[in-house]
C-alpha cells in the first residue's frame, strides 16, 4: 500500500527516502492545500482550517497517510487527524489543561501529580497531532523547545526528590528528538540514583516506524530498565513497518507497553479493539491502558460515555487472553491522577459468601474469610 502511496503522490522519492524518518517527517502533510492534493475534504474539514481560534497545528507523516482510505471521510485514521469543525467548539465540562497540569508543574517541564512519579517534557513536537492531544495546550506550539538551562532546572528538580523513582519522558513525542539528545537526557536521568525506571510515551511507532532504527534501539537498550508506553489507536495502523519497529523493540529487550484514547466513531467498538489489541499482544506489546478521552477544549465529537468503555471491556473479559485486556481509566480532572472505572463483578455479598459474576453473567459464591 505504501510504494502505491509513495509512487502516485511522492513520484521522485525512492524506497530509500519513505524508509528514512526524516524524510517522512520533512515531507509531512501540514496545510490545508496539502491534504486537499491527496483527501478530498468535506465540508466540515475544510471550515476548521479556515478557523483561526484554536490554533493546533495539523501534521500527518506520508506513512500514516498511506494507511488511510483515502475516499472515506468516515475513515478511522482520519477522523483522529484531520481537524474537524466541531473541535471549535467547547463542550460542557471541557479545559484548556483538564488534567490540571499547569498548578501540579513546580519547574517548567515537570508535571509531578503523583508521589513517586514525574512527567518530563521533553519537547511540544510531534510527527503527527492527535486531534484529541490532552496537551493541545502547549503541543505544536514551540512552547517546549527547551534550551539545556531548562531541561537542567528539570533534572534537577527530579535529583533533589528523592521520592521520584519513575520518570516518563514524554512531550510531544520524545523520540522526535535526535538520538544525540535523548541519549545525552536519558543518561542524565540514569545517573540520578533514585530514579528506578524510565518510561517513554510516544506514538512514533504507530506514525512514523521508521523512527525505530537499529541506532536509536542501540541507544535506548542503554539506558535499561526503559519501557516504551506507545499510544496505539486502531488496528489500521498495525503496517508492516509498524510491525517491524516492534519486532525490532522487542528483540532488544526493551518492554512495550500501549496506550489507546477510546474515541467515538474511531475505535468504539469490541471487535475493533480486540482486533487491536490481539494483533499487538503477537507483536509484544502488552495493552495497558485504554483511555476515557479527557475532556480537552473541542473533544466532545470524540468522547463516549464510560459505559462504552466498560461494555467493551465487559465483552473482552473470558473471550481473549487476559493481557490482550487493558484497564479502562479516566484521568481525573484537575490532577486527581487516573482512577480505574473498569466494570465491576462483584454482583453482592450474601452472608460470608461475596458473589461474583463471570464472563459468561452467571454468578458464583466465594467464601471471603474475615
Ligand atoms: S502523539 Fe501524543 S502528544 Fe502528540 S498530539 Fe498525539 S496525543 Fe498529543
Known amino acids: 500500500m505504501s510504494a502505491t502511496f509513495r ?3 511522492f513520484p521522485a522519492a525512492t524506497a530509500r527516502d519513505w524508509a528514512n524518518w526524516q524524510w517522512q517527517l520533512l515531507h509531512a502533510f501540514r496545510t490545508r492545500e496539502q491534504l486537499a492534493g491527496v483527501l478530498k475534504l468535506t465540508t466540515d474539514e475544510e471550515a476548521a482550517f479556515t478557523r483561526s481560534d484554536r490554533p493546533f497545528p495539523v501534521s500527518i507523516t506520508p506513512h500514516y497517510l498511506s494507511r488511510m482510505r483515502l475516499d472515506d471521510p ?12 466541531q473541535e471549535h467548539q467547547v463542550g460542557p465540562g471541557e479545559l484548556w489543561d483538564p488534567l490540571g ?10 508535571v509531578h501529580t503523583y508521589p513517586d512519579k514525574v512527567l518530563f ?9 492527535c486531534r484529541y492531544c490532552t496537551r493541545a495546550r502547549v503541543v505544536g506550539s514551540g512552547k517546549l523547545t527547551a534550551p539545556n538551562s531548562i531541561w537542567e532546572e528539570a533534572l534537577c528538580y527530579i535529583a533533589q526528590h528523592a521520592e521520584i523513582r519513575d520518570v516518563l519522558v514524554t512531550g510531544g ?11 545525552w537526557l536519558l543518561a542524565r536521568l540514569r545517573a540520578i540514583p533514585h530514579v528506578q525506571i524510565l518510561r517513554i510515551g510516544t506514538k512514533l511507532p504507530a506514525v512514523l516506524p521508521q523512527r525505530i532504527t537499529p541506532s536509536l534501539v542501540h541507544m535506548l537498550r542503554r539506558h535499561a530498565p526503559l519501557w516504551l508506553s506507545i499510544h496505539f489507536t486502531h488496528p489500521n495502523e ?24 477510546l474515541l467515538k466513531g474511531v475505535n468504539d467498538s469490541t471487535a475493533v479493539l480486540k482486533d487491536l489489541f490481539e494483533k499487538l499482544l503477537t507483536l509484544r506489546v502488552t495493552p495497558y491502558y485504554l483511555h476515557q478521552c ?7 465529537h470524540f468522547r463516549t460515555p464510560v459505559a462504552t468503555g466498560q461494555q467493551i471491556i465487559r465483552d473482552l473479559h473470558g473471550r481473549t487472553t ?15 491522577g487516573k482512577v480505574p472505572v473498569g466494570p465491576n463483578y462483584i454482583a453482592g455479598r450474601d452472608g460470608a459468601d461475596l458473589l461474583l459474576k463471570n464472563y459468561a453473567d452467571k454468578t458464583y459464591r466465594y467464601h471471603d474469610p474475615v
Open 238 to 261: 498495525l503496517s508492516p513497518e509498524v510491525a517491524r519497529g516492534c519486532i525490532r523493540l522487542a528483540d532488544a529487550g526493551i518492554p512495550m507497553v500501549s496506550q489507546t484514547v
Open 121 to 129: 517534557l521533553a519537547t511540544d513536537f510531534c510527527a503527527t497531532y
Open 173 to 183: 513525542d520524545p523520540l522526535t528528538l535526535a538520538d544525540a539528545r535523548l541519549d
Open 74 to 85: 468516515q475513515d478511522p485514521l482520519r477522523l483522529t487527524m484531520v481537524p474537524r469543525v
Open 7 to 9: 509512487r502516485q503522490y
Open 101 to 110: 497540569e499547569e498548578p501540579h508543574s513546580p519547574v517548567p517541564r515537570i
Open 294 to 300: 479527557d475532556p480537552i477544549v473541542g473533544s466532545s
Open 322 to 336: 487476559g493481557f490482550a485486556i487493558p484497564s479502562l481509566m479516566i484521568d481525573a480532572p484537575g490532577g486527581g
